[in-house]
């Protein structure tokens, strides 16, 4: 399930917003979650522990970009053993305190993974893939 796998960049120090069809799901919305979707703060400290983190979690370390890189690039996604997660890097360049402000922390296999807003999440399908909560 790909949720597990925000919920340990949770768990290892590495501050994200879930958004997409995984954040739907925690609220309680009976969608499918292909991936999870993580709107990633944008501060150097913190992007150098998802570089860590993934580094270890990836299938293929070597596919993860280096960390120099990530303040460039749109997103980085890794395929886990949880699933695939997609770490979107300027949107939370773009989004980031917007999405924390109206997040809530829900509980996922014992880390406190920071959702988006139902209405948030919405929009951004909206305007990313031109999609409701049933699309």
Known sequence: MP????????????SVVLVGSAALWLHGQPVPVGDADAVIEPSGQNLRRL?????WLAFRPRAVPPVRAFPVLHLVS??????????????????????????????????????????????????????????
């Open 3 to 14: 949720v597990l796998a925000a919920a340990v960049l949770v768990a290892e120090g590495v």
């Open 51 to 55: 570089g860590q983190v993934l580094d």
């Open 78 to 135: 890794v395929t886990t053993s949880y699933g695939r997660i997609d770490c979107l890097l300027e949107r939370g360049r773009v989004d980031w305190e917007r999405l924390r402000q109206s997040a809530v922390r829900i509980p996922v296999a014992d880390a406190g993974v920071l959702v988006a807003a139902r209405a948030e999440v919405l929009a951004l399908r909206r305007r990313f893939k031109g999609v409701t909560a049933d699309g």
